[in-house]
């Protein structure tokens, strides 16, 4: 039987024919224009031609660095028509990080988003060969180096698979045809808090697997849903969400640059998107602030509608019970009144639910976000685990877990504390490297995680720390950092922390403020805010500042409590390793580039 994804475009567009496939709109102030399943599947087809037309041999691998695009789609799903495998690169990747990935990986053929990333390719291709081709998706008056002869854009590209034979048609089918459950399918690089990056191979039968598993957990999601693809396809929760979606059948608004995401959600309105915590945290960071600004009156209004939301919803709905009728009643009317204006704000008038992980969540703003009825599904999962581990089901869902375990994932809890998971949407193995596989599996095959965690009684799985991040005192108290970062970046002023103290006497932390919001207080105290560093350096911040950390951290056991900061007057850098892409802080490596500012915290060790 062929692989899945290698047959689900054809049997969808027989099915749905001139439904929406997937939107697009390369512009921020652009059309956004609909591509209909028969077109969809009319473009992976010649994807698949070109491919095979450019000389690529069944277990050959291309790297794909780009933003959002249906390029992505179209040229992964015109891959696994000729078995080959995909290397998804972030378009934020350093030279550094993109050589290592594609060379690594054996790649053949590179493909790029445009200008920014043609230089990673380019400079590849001129350092170490092996490339036969680069190809281009867009062309935004993009020139190429006068010594290149072996970048084309998407449109030559197309061309070369318009223009094949019926031998090259026949032999993509050919392939097709021998493709088995272990092909590998995906070539995703962690990007590692440690070390250097691996290799996660990704199987078809992996994939197989999670989308099984997802048809059958997610009850509420239907074909006539809209997703945005918000998260960059080169995430593994965005790349499996999206062959789910559509497995579905529901179409994919693809948003090109992140940091257009405000204006591209109110264009589009999706009901669904994946988010990482990052996101909500700056929406309820909004949100409290308009609260703040409300006359006492209305107010109090906001807090009737949000006792009465977190009753019917958290209360009742959640564990499937019948709302009583005047709860609803009163439900309903706050939900004119004020929940649907502030769904409308946020650019989602009719939402179903929102996949949420990569980081740990607050219980305050899930229970908020439920409460007025935007429904975050948190859940837990890595690269070798094909994404989802777990995540919350439609009833009976425990706030402060990360869900109940996903259909055919077992997962059991070491003697460290560490999550070990097996089932067939877990990895094989790192790519050519025996020495991580044997470190990263137990000898009954289970996976090491890395994550500490729990379960519930209710059979909810509770993710604590990072195994690797938990640090000891001086005084020999365990802390768990991420927890009150977690919470810290709830703060409008906050917008990262790195929290310090494996062997000291007591915490500390590096913050990097929202520099927008802190200089519009510096503004309202009548502070020079024209030269960042000396802004964030005085006194008069550095104590404002930890007066916002004070009060998040109030009910904190005091050894966990931070006792001083440094503000830094720029964010941490992903080209510097400080952060990895999916801006997870690399502590060693933070803690030896800001070694000057950290032993000044600790004046008397």
């Known amino acids: 039987m062929p692989n899945k994804l290698v047959e689900l475009i054809p049997r969808q567009a027989a099915r749905y024919r001139d439904r929406e496939a997937y939107r697009f709109c390369w512009r921020k102030d652009g059309e956004w224009l609909s591509t209909s399943w028969e077109e969809f599947a009319t473009q992976v087809d010649v994807a698949a031609r070109a491919l095979a037309n450019l000389g690529l041999l069944e277990k050959d691998t291309i790297a794909i660095c780009s933003p959002n695009t249906p390029q992505i789609l179209i040229t992964e799903l015109g891959a696994f028509r000729n078995r080959l495998a995909s290397i998804p690169l972030y378009a934020s990747s350093s030279q550094e990080q993109f050589d290592f990935i594609v060379k690594d990986g054996g790649a053949k053929v590179l493909f790029v988003g445009d200008s920014h990333q043609y230089p990673l390719a380019y400079n590849y291709w001129k350092k170490y060969g092996g490339i036969s081709r680069i190809v281009i998706f867009k062309n935004d008056g993009l020139e190429l180096r006068s010594d290149d002869d072996i970048s084309i854009f998407w449109d030559d590209f197309i061309h070369l698979g318009m223009e094949a034979g019926d031998d090259i048609r026949k032999e993509v089918d050919a392939r097709s045809s021998r493709g088995l459950p272990e092909d590998m399918a995906t070539l995703i690089y962690t990007s590692g808090t440690t070390g250097e990056p691996k290799g996660v191979c990704i199987t078809h039968a992996n994939y197989d697997a999670a989308i099984g598993a997802h048809l059958k957990l997610l009850r509420r999601v239907h074909d006539t849903d809209l997703s945005m693809a918000f998260l960059p396809m080169s995430h593994i929760l965005e790349k499996a969400w999206c062959f789910y979606c559509l497995s579905k059948g529901l179409a994919i608004a693809v948003n090109y640059d992140p940091r257009n995401i405000q204006e591209t959600i109110h264009s589009v309105h999706p009901n669904i998107m994946c988010c990482v915590p990052r996101f909500w945290e700056k929406v309820y960071a909004g949100v409290k602030e308009k609260i703040a600004e409300m006359s006492p009156m209305a107010r109090m209004m906001v807090k009737r509608a949000l006792a009465v939301g977190r009753k019917r919803n958290l209360d009742y709905c959640r564990l499937g019970k019948k709302v009583p009728w005047l709860i609803e009643k009163e439900y309903n009317f706050w939900d004119r009144k004020i929940f649907s204006r502030l769904k409308h704000a946020i650019g989602i008038p009719d939402p179903n639910m929102f996949p949420t992980a ?190 916002q950390i004070d009060e998040v951290q109030k009910d904190v056991a005091g050894y966990e409590k931070i006792k001083k900061i440094t503000l830094l007057p720029h964010h941490f850098s992903i080209m510097n390793g400080e952060v990895t892409n999916t801006m997870k802080v690399r502590r060693s490596i933070v803690a030896k580039r800001y070694e000057k500012e950290i032993e000044a915290m600790y004046p008397e060790e």
Not at 501 to 523: C, H, I, M, N, S
């Open 358 to 547: 990569g980081a740990p969540l607050s219980d305050r703003i899930v229970e908020f976000m439920r409460s007025v009825g935007i429904d975050i599904v948190v859940g837990y999962g890595l690269s070798e685990t094909t994404a989802t581990v777990s995540c919350f089901p439609d009833v009976d869902y425990e706030i402060g877990t990360v869900g109940v375990l996903l259909p055919g994932v077992e997962v059991r809890i070491d003697k460290n504390g560490e999550i070990l998971v097996k089932g067939p949407t877990v990895t094989p193995g790192y790519y050519n490297n025996p020495k991580a596989n044997a470190e990263a599996f137990t000898e009954d095959g289970f996976f090491r995680t890395g994550d500490a965690g729990y379960f519930t009684r209710g059979g909810a799985l509770v993710l604590t720390e990072r195994v690797k991040d938990l640090f000891k005192t001086s005084n020999g108290k365990y802390i768990a950092p991420q927890m009150l970062e977690s919470r810290l970046a709830e703060n409008k002023y906050i917008d990262c922390v790195a929290i310090i103290g494996d062997r000291r006497k007591y915490v500390t932390a590096l913050v990097v403020p929202d520099f927008g919001q802190l200089r519009a207080w510096g503004e309202k105290q009548g502070m020079d805010i024209s030269d960042t560093e000396k802004f964030v350096s005085d006194p008069r911040t550095n104590e404002f500042v930890m007066k």
